[in-house]
Structure formats: C-alpha cells, structure tokens
C-alpha cells in the first residue's frame, strides 16, 4: 500500500501586514523526500502520525514528496501558490501510481486569485489521482473548510485540542480511515455543517466551556454505530473569506445521512451556546496593571498572553505595546521575545558583556506600538535553534529563530530578540538566551492559547491582554468585505439553517 505524503500548511491572516511569498516559503523551508521523514517522524506533528501508520502497518508505505509549513502570515502570493502546488502535483505524478494520499494541511490557507487555497489544492489533487485514489487530510483547529474541500476529501481529521497536542493523534487517525477505506473495509462519505459563527479567540480553550463540553458531544456522537469521526473545528476568525468561521465535519460508514446527522447535532449545540464564544479581556495597561499586582509575591511567572501579537494568528512579533505600557507604570521585571532582525545582529556582533543601546521592535508597521529604546547588556548570543522535547504548541520540536541574543536592560527588562517571527512557544525561547522563564516575575507570551503547552506548568497565573494588532481580540475593529453575512456576533440576528448541513 503506497501512499503519497504531500502538502503545505499556512493559516492566512488577511489583516496581517506581510505576504507569504515565495522568497518566504523557501525562507521556511520547502522540503522533499527523506528530509520531511529526517524533520518530522520523531516529532508529535500530523506527518509523524501519517508515518507511525507506517510503523504499525508493515503492508503500507509512506512515500514523502514534498511539503512545507510556513508561521502564519498574510495571504500567499499567486507565484507561491503556484509553486508550491506545482511542484506538489508533479511529485504526486512523477512518482505515483498511489494507494492513496495523505495531505498534512492546515486548512486556513488563503492566496491571491485563490481564497480557498487548500480546496483549490485538494481539487487538483483529486484531478491528479482520479477518482478512485482515496485521500485523507488532517486539519488544524483553526481550518475555514469550505465545501469544496469537503467535496474532494475522503476522509476529514482535524486536531481537537487547542493548545493543539494531538496532531499525532490525528494524522494517525486519518491514515488508519485512509488505509481501512483502501482495503475496502469502510466506505467514508463526509458532512460538513458550516456555522455562520466566528469564534472569540479568547474561547478557543479546548479544555475550558464552551468547547469542552461540545467536545465531549462531538466524542459521543462518534460512539454511535457507522460514525467513523466527528470534528468540531473553531475556525479561524482573522480571514476575510466566505468560509471563514465553525464548522463539524462527519465522517460515517456509507451512510450519508448519519454523517449529516451527527454533523448537524454537534453543530446544532454549537449554535445554541454562541454566546459563549464571545469574550473579553482587559486591555494593555489593565492587564499589566493587574500583572503587577498579581507578580508580588507570587509563586511562579505570571504569564501576559499578547493576543494583539500573537504570531501563531499572524502577527509580526515585534510588537512593544506590552513593554511600554509596563515602564510606563513602573511594573518591573518583564520577560519577552521580540521579532528584531537587525537588532538580534547586532546585539550579536557586539558580543556577550557589551553595552548595547538600541530601539527594539514596532518596526514591522503602525499597529504593533513604537519602537522601544533599551539601555542595557547582552547576557547570551546564539544561532537561535534548539529542540524542545517538552510538551509544545502542535508538537513543535525544532526551533530556528535565526542569529538570537539575550539582553537585560538597566530599568530590568529581560528581552530574548530573534531574527525570525516566532510565537512564544517554548521556554527555551528563553532559557537558551540567559533568561530562566521560571525565574522571573513576569513572561509576556505572543499568542492567546499556544503558549500555554509550555508556560502554564510555570505559572503561578494567566492573564490575557487585549492589546492592539493584526490579531485584536475584539473581531469588530476588522474590516470584512467577503465574510458570509450574517454571521454571529456581527450580526446579532443571524440564524442557523440545520439543513444546510449535508
Ligand atoms: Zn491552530
């Protein structure tokens, strides 16, 4: 049993001030062959479960072609887009035929001319293996699925954790239905309910209500006989795209109308809690304010999660919103990563002990706060890469921020600068640059959920800062020009239509 591993993973943010181009892919790495294998099959992401199948099946064979993951950021470039496919495509006939295809995709790509990229892509791949190729996709959390992507698909899994800790899980979910449906055991057809819901960010918690508790339905309706899987996806709420928004797919046993049921009951539920999925949180100064106050004396970091900057939605990282809003009041002893190309290097030419005066960060655009000027030293150089084998954000193993310095500022700042954008996902982040995250008195985190994998075992308390960005928490400052209408909580009245689920 051959099956062909192909893909590319990007969550578009169409608020975001930079493209994912073709220059930015390559910077990311497109991989082929053995090196996808050599990057991901000892890692916890959804290829290291399309290769445990392999393991665990001594009759199929994981064939890695080419594939490519890129931190979120604005839309991707036609000529990307069409590279990247491009090459997939040849790939996938160069060295085919196949038993079936498994695409590690994340299901919120959007690129120019093409803003449902990922079922423009499982529409070429269909055209490419033909009809009868079975193929499976695992999705992240935050995937738009369109019915276009559903229409092509065989079978449909999508992580449901968020932080996501089950991408394993669910690659591996996905090529077991994929291998049962080649050796003619099953026969899965799919149902896609797609929610006019846009979810709050700031209730994207898998193990707080409202999720957990739709979850757990979602794992129930998946105990009934003939239902193969059933995924509650949240959506992502930073695209302004038709299929932006909830969704549940189901996946039954050759019965249509049981996936279409167990879609429409989870959804159903959904729908009715949609309240919940709206939430708030302090802003800048608030949120510092009441970090301050929680820092003394406390037993552990308290974590300010940035959600204006959270480089996992598609932020810069650079902002310093944060930053100034704590000198400002006085609140000492801040940790934070800072996206600073220039700076990094420079701070890294003068060498561990220099004196460095400098402005960091708030230089990508306007919206992420003014550059922050810093007196201080650099405490650490490094070339930024290590590996986390600790529980991260999506598995996340192998970091490589580029050229890194640690810098502690006279008014007693601790700054990690890097030279590529990265959420805050790993306390190495710090650690390897001088900064003991379990140390200090406060970690800025760029993110809303991810972080937490790694810094809630730290922290003594979590509080969510609603600071300005490319990734607010209040979806209302955003501009929609090709959202479906209505759609809840921008239009308040907006209504479900269970029969839309099919
Ligand atoms: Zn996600």
């Given at each position: 049993?051959?099956?062909?591993?192909?893909?590319?993973?990007?969550?578009?943010?169409?608020?975001?001030?930079?493209?994912?181009?073709?220059?930015?892919?390559?910077?990311?790495?497109?991989?082929?062959?053995?090196?996808?294998?050599?990057?991901?099959?000892?890692?916890?992401?959804?290829?290291?479960?399309?290769?445990?199948?392999?393991?665990?099946?001594?009759?199929?064979?994981?064939?890695?072609?080419?594939?490519?993951?890129?931190?979120?950021?604005?839309?991707?470039?036609?000529?990307?887009?069409?590279?990247?496919?491009?090459?997939?495509?040849?790939?996938?006939?160069?060295?085919?035929?196949?038993?079936?295809?498994?695409?590690?995709?994340?299901?919120?790509?959007?690129?120019?001319?093409?803003?449902?990229?990922?079922?423009?892509?499982?529409?070429?791949?269909?055209?490419?293996?033909?009809?009868?190729?079975?193929?499976?996709?695992?999705?992240?959390?935050?995937?738009?699925?369109?019915?276009?992507?559903?229409?092509?698909?065989?079978?449909?899994?999508?992580?449901?954790?968020?932080?996501?800790?089950?991408?394993?899980?669910?690659?591996?979910?996905?090529?077991?239905?994929?291998?049962?449906?080649?050796?003619?055991?099953?026969?899965?057809?799919?149902?896609?309910?797609?929610?006019?819901?846009?979810?709050?960010?700031?209730?994207?918690?898998?193990?707080?209500?409202?999720?957990?508790?739709?979850?757990?339905?979602?794992?129930?309706?998946?105990?009934?006989?003939?239902?193969?899987?059933?995924?509650?996806?949240?959506?992502?709420?930073?695209?302004?795209?038709?299929?932006?928004?909830?969704?549940?797919?189901?996946?039954?046993?050759?019965?249509?109308?049981?996936?279409?049921?167990?879609?429409?009951?989870?959804?159903?539920?959904?729908?009715?809690?949609?309240?919940?999925?709206?939430?708030?949180?302090?802003?800048?100064?608030?949120?510092?304010r009441q970090a301050g106050a929680a820092a003394d004396g406390a037993d552990g970091p308290v974590l300010?999660?940035?959600?204006?900057?959270?480089?996992?939605?598609?932020?810069?990282?650079?902002?310093?919103?944060?930053?100034?809003?704590?000198?400002?009041?006085g609140v000492k002893g801040v940790?934070?990563?800072?996206?600073?190309?220039?700076?990094?290097?420079?701070?890294?030419?003068?060498?561990?002990?220099?004196?460095?005066?400098?402005?960091?960060?708030?230089?990508?655009?306007?919206?992420?706060?003014?550059?922050?000027?810093?007196?201080?030293?650099?405490?650490?150089?490094?070339?930024?890469?290590?590996?986390?084998?600790?529980?991260?954000?999506?598995?996340?193993?192998?970091?490589?921020?580029?050229?890194?310095?640690?810098?502690?500022?006279?008014?007693?700042?601790?700054?990690?600068?890097?030279?590529?954008?990265?959420?805050?996902?790993?306390?190495?982040?710090?650690?390897?640059?001088?900064?003991?995250?379990a140390a200090v008195p406060i970690i800025?985190?760029?993110?809303?959920?991810?972080?937490?994998?790694?810094?809630?075992?730290i922290a003594s308390r979590?509080i969510?800062?609603?600071?300005?960005?490319?990734?607010?928490?209040?979806?209302?400052?955003?501009?929609?020009?090709?959202?479906?209408?209505?759609?809840?909580?921008?239009?308040?009245?907006?209504?479900?239509?269970?029969?839309?689920?099919?």
């Amino acid at each position: 049993m051959r099956l062909a591993l192909v893909g590319f993973g990007h969550e578009a943010n169409t608020f975001a001030p930079s493209a994912a181009t073709l220059a930015a892919w390559r910077l990311a790495g497109i991989l082929e062959g053995e090196e996808i294998r050599d990057r991901h099959e000892r890692s916890e992401s959804i290829l290291a479960g399309y290769f445990g199948y392999a393991a665990e099946d001594p009759a199929a064979e994981v064939v890695p072609l080419a594939y490519s993951w890129i931190t979120p950021t604005g839309a991707s470039t036609a000529e990307a887009f069409e590279h990247l496919t491009g090459l997939m495509l040849a790939r996938l006939r160069d060295q085919g035929p196949w038993d079936g295809v498994l695409l590690p995709q994340h299901g919120a790509a959007v690129a120019d001319g093409h803003p449902d990229a990922d079922g423009e892509f499982l529409r070429r791949v269909r055209a490419a293996v033909g009809p009868d190729v079975p193929i499976g996709v695992t999705l992240d959390l935050h995937a738009n699925i369109s019915r276009q992507l559903v229409e092509h698909a065989d079978v449909v899994t999508v992580y449901q954790t968020n932080p996501h800790v089950d991408a394993r899980e669910q690659g591996l979910a996905c090529a077991r239905l994929l291998a049962r449906t080649i050796r003619g055991e099953i026969r899965p057809v799919l149902a896609l309910a797609q929610l006019p819901l846009a979810a709050g960010i700031l209730r994207m918690g898998t193990g707080q209500e409202p999720m957990r508790g739709l979850l757990a339905l979602a794992r129930e309706q998946e105990r009934r006989p003939g239902v193969l899987s059933v995924s509650l996806v949240e959506g992502f709420p930073y695209a302004d795209v038709a299929e932006m928004g909830m969704s549940v797919v189901a996946v039954a046993d050759a019965d249509p109308a049981l996936a279409a049921d167990a879609a429409r009951t989870v959804a159903a539920a959904t729908w009715e809690r949609r309240a919940e999925f709206v939430g708030t949180a302090p802003g800048t100064e608030e949120a510092m304010r009441q970090a301050g106050a929680a820092a003394d004396g406390a037993d552990g970091p308290v974590l300010v999660l940035d959600m204006g900057d959270n480089v996992g939605g598609g932020s810069p990282g650079d902002s310093t919103h944060v930053l100034h809003a704590a000198r400002r009041l006085g609140v000492k002893g801040v940790a934070q990563c800072v996206y600073d190309p220039a700076v990094a290097l420079s701070c890294a030419a003068a060498g561990v002990g220099a004196r460095v005066d400098l402005t960091v960060g708030g230089k990508v655009d306007d919206r992420h706060g003014e550059p922050f000027p810093i007196r201080g030293e650099v405490i650490a150089v490094t070339d930024g890469r290590f590996e986390d084998t600790t529980a991260t954000h999506a598995g996340a193993r192998v970091f490589d921020l580029g050229t890194s310095a640690g810098v502690r500022t006279d008014d007693g700042f601790l700054l990690a600068l890097h030279s590529r954008p990265e959420g805050t996902w790993s306390r190495l982040q710090f650690s390897t640059l001088g900064i003991d995250p379990a140390a200090v008195p406060i970690i800025v985190a760029k993110g809303v959920h991810a972080p937490r994998a790694a810094f809630e075992p730290i922290a003594s308390r979590l509080i969510w800062a609603d600071t300005p960005g490319s990734t607010s928490a209040d979806p209302s400052v955003f501009e929609f020009g090709h959202r479906r209408r209505p759609m809840y909580p921008f239009e308040p009245a907006a209504r479900f239509d269970p029969e839309s689920v099919r």
